[in-house]
């Protein structure tokens, strides 16, 4: 039957507000803290944004503007009946995945780019600074800014800018500027730089970096592209979709699930369905997948800055401490010290649950290759912890008998990741005939 | 207005049968010859399809099963309004592009490599062979047998396979087996290997090794992704659903666009409009984009084989020899000697105009860097040839101030071809800060 495997939306079915579930809340949202740090707010961020981070409105109002941004995007995206892997597991469960992977740059980080790049143009800058760790947030925010007409500046993760060629190259087709970080270019990097030119950087000394250049160009305002309010709130479109699918589906998810690493993915995706359980009285557990190369929900939940050089107000949020290294991981974008402080504040309650995959990333690879065998969509490297998560849900339905309809959310595609795939998964050894390799034939 | 972008079609909306033109040719279609060689075609061939490229029927039901599969890889797709191009190039006329790129594997291709799939499941094959050039053929039989739980084993042009790392690594995910062409697995292929195992090969070369492999192995079966009648059949569920989407939006294309190689997404793309001129009297221009490296509609009119080894009956078709080398280009899916029977004769009779771009592809990269800007999804190399023509009759429209209406297909992706873009447009150079690359950072 049409609409077994694939629960469509049409563009004029695209939600026309977003959800704000800090007047939800169980308990009231701690503030940001820091005196100096939030008199520089209204410096550093774009003003709709800020007016957005500490609203109490639970549906605010998506502009026509950025509704047609959407469009353009290709949302509303579908959902879609995992039916395949549920066969081969042989799990009594329903698992349905969303497909966030058809966005443009790989990822849902276009939904909260294009809306800031768009409240950016409207107050009249001419460029966005930001940093990126994996490298999905700078090329949607490189996208973006190119869609709008901005110029965009991005500071990147030495250890992943070094080999994601591909990805470096689809910002500067975008017409972006993209520097190594830390880079000489600004105070905090040349600190670091100077002392270690191979510096591998991490993403809190990154933000700094890109704030410190937004401070000294009063043309350009920085944006950020997960944690906070006003982007989990930007990313709850991939949710409210979800619900209307689910709706026309006739079905409700019993588990949600999708990998955390700042928490705009997860936000975006399982506050819609936080709401139904604070203010409607559904049951549903959440899973937020992690890396062991940064279980942030496994730290303290307590005041931090959210950059390595402090120049963030303090959010109370589950950290491993804002100096922190992090060991490498293919799936980047999970490796950063801080949790969302709404995310945190609803782990603290209990409301979510966590998990955290081992940082050889063994363990997700093969999940991810066994949804790309009895899917077919190739899963960028943090949906593949989603995946993982999905599937040792679906496997413990197995074994308890259980017909839980479980959610999870693909957030990214892997086409640029193959590298990833390749050194954790040694696809080239299954190459019968070995070749040199050399480029350009 | 929600659908000023995107004109979108659900699941149910999916197209029940196949636009098979043969009956509607304005002249009968020349047969293919050779006696020993079509006496092989039963054992070459997967029955039905065998049948279907023969089939005089207007209208072929598309199996239940093929349906699902359909579905399952995310059809139909989205027709895109390009406003934004059109507003930077100032043209009067309105361009409506096809996004082919939201396929699992990154192109077109899958829509017939599922169909044949399934067939070959169902008359109990256990393995698929066949060839590749730019590997998006093999990629998507990988998939497509992968989706019905066969084996497959890809034979790819030495040329390409070499600097397509990714792509490769992403066939082994499926489960294929991948070699470099002329390998030494085959008579055809040693023979050549033999004297150069750095060989770069040919589209035809691995053509011959494909169906050799089969001949040998009775539970395996050779698959072709182009040029064959029953594969531009099974392609036009693309312009069946394009021509849905006109009619949702009200509009109706003046000018049909798409890159041709062998001819199946040019075929699949164009044929079903191209039975509106022939049996309801509406005006269209088709123009087949190609590279100068491999212009084959500017070839001869005659029978020719399709493969290095003569093991294929001979077509009447555009052909440029089935022996010729011809130099690489990223937009490696062009590169084949000669064009589909069908199309080459409706270009014979006049129906079809082509343009053949530059070997040193500047001009149609930076056509796709303009798409990149404005629209914002990333084309694969030979979509930029699309493209390229799209621009052209578009800036054509401005000259003139025509009002026309333009369609053209984005058959794929080109999120795997990052170093093909760089080599041509020089990304790289634009970062502004040399860094060492280095794998793994």
């Not at 443009?104 to 930001?130: C, D, I, M, W």
């Not at 982007?231 to 026309?248: A, D, R």
């Not at 989603?386 to 413990?396: F, G, L, V, Y």
Request: charged share 25%; glycine share 10%; aromatic share 10%.
């Amino acid at each position: 039957m049409p609409g077994d495997y694939q629960i469509s939306l049409s563009p004029d079915e695209l939600p026309r507000k977003w959800y704000n579930i800090i007047p939800d809340l169980p308990e009231p949202l701690p503030p940001p803290i820091g005196e100096k740090q939030l008199a520089q707010l209204p410096k550093m961020m774009i003003k709709t944004c800020l007016g957005q981070e500490f609203s109490t409105e639970r549906w605010i109002d998506i502009p026509d503007g950025v509704l047609e941004l959407f469009e353009r995007a290709g949302r509303p995206r579908p959902l879609f009946r995992a039916k395949a892997l549920e066969k081969l597991l042989g799990t009594p469960a329903k698992m349905y995945y969303k497909g966030e992977f058809y966005s443009p740059t790989g990822s849902h980080k276009v939904n909260t780019a294009l809306a800031q790049a768009y409240y950016a143009k409207q107050e009249g800058f001419e460029r966005l600074t930001t940093e990126t760790g994996a490298g999905q947030w700078g090329t949607a925010l490189s996208y973006a800014a190119s869609m709008v007409g901005l110029k965009c500046t991005v500071y990147w993760v030495r250890a992943v800018y070094r080999w994601k060629e591909s990805r470096r190259n689809f910002m500067n087709l975008y017409g972006s500027e993209v520097f190594a970080s830390p880079s000489p270019k600004t105070k905090v990097g040349k600190a670091l730089f100077d002392k270690n030119p191979d510096h591998p950087g991490s993403l809190s000394i990154a933000i700094s970096e890109g704030l410190e250049d937004a401070e000294g160009d009063p043309k350009a305002v920085y944006s950020l592209g997960s944690v906070l309010n006003h982007v989990i709130m930007h990313q709850s479109v991939i949710g409210l979709e979800t619900q209307k699918q689910f709706e026309k589906a006739g079905d409700y998810p019993d588990v949600v699930i999708s990998c955390l690493g700042g928490g705009s993915n997860f936000g975006g995706f399982a506050m819609p369905f936080m709401g139904d359980v604070l203010t409607k009285g559904k049951k549903i557990k959440f899973i937020a997948a992690q890396s062991q190369a940064a279980p942030n929900l496994q730290g303290e939940y307590k005041y931090d800055y959210a950059d390595h050089g402090e120049l963030t107000p303090q959010l109370k949020m589950y950290t491993l401490g804002h100096q922190t290294d992090f060991p490498p991981v293919k799936g980047d974008g999970l490796r950063y010290h801080g949790c969302s402080p709404i995310i945190s504040l609803l782990r603290h309650l209990g409301y979510i649950d966590t998990v955290a995959y081992p940082k050889d990333e063994k363990y997700v690879f093969d999940a991810a290759e066994v949804f790309v065998r009895t899917e077919g969509f190739l899963p960028a490297p943090e949906s593949a912890y989603s995946i993982a998560a999905a599937i040792d849900e679906a496997n413990r339905c197995k074994q308890t008998g259980e017909k839980k309809v479980i959610a999870f959310n693909i957030s990214g595609h892997g086409f640029m990741d193959m590298v990833g795939y390749d050194e954790v998964l040694h696809l080239t050894e299954r190459t019968p005939i070995k070749e040199k390799v050399v480029a350009g034939g």
